[in-house]
């Protein structure tokens, strides 16, 4: 299983940054997805999750309202539409996937490299 997340940058704080991951070497639509973060200093955290019916979709309270999860089977991608961003939401951003795993499960199994966001004010 490969996970290439994409999208990061630098962006401006109030910007529209949109995160991208995708799979291969796996059935994308058999896959519970989720972002997760780690700024400099911090554990890593749990951002977004989405089952891999594409049904449920979960978010930490940092994110809700701001952030939006999906997914594209077609396209063996999953996103993460980032909005109003402030410095804060400065971290570098990881996807992850787990076999028919709901939008809440507590772990993962396989992980990308992570994609850099720097938010700047």
């Known amino acids: 299983v490969q996970l290439q997340a994409s999208g990061g940058g630098l962006v401006q704080a109030g910007d529209f940054p949109k995160l991208s991951c995708t799979a291969s070497?796996?059935?994308?639509?058999?896959?519970?997805m989720g972002w997760f973060r780690q700024a400099p200093g911090k554990e890593r955290e749990f951002v977004a999750g989405?089952?891999?019916?594409?049904?449920?979709?979960s978010y930490a309270d940092s994110a809700k309202g701001r952030f939006t999860i999906s997914r594209d089977n077609a396209k063996n991608t999953m996103y993460l539409q980032m909005n109003s961003v402030n410095p804060e939401d400065t971290a570098v951003y990881y996807c992850?996937?787990?076999?028919?795993?709901?939008?809440?499960?507590?772990?993962?199994?396989?992980w990308g490299q992570g994609t850099q966001v720097t938010v700047s004010s």
């Open positions: 070497g796996v059935s994308f639509y058999n896959y519970g």
């Open positions: 989405i089952s891999w019916s594409g049904a449920r979709t």
């Open positions: 992850a996937a787990k076999f028919r795993a709901s939008a809440t499960v507590a772990s993962y199994d396989y």
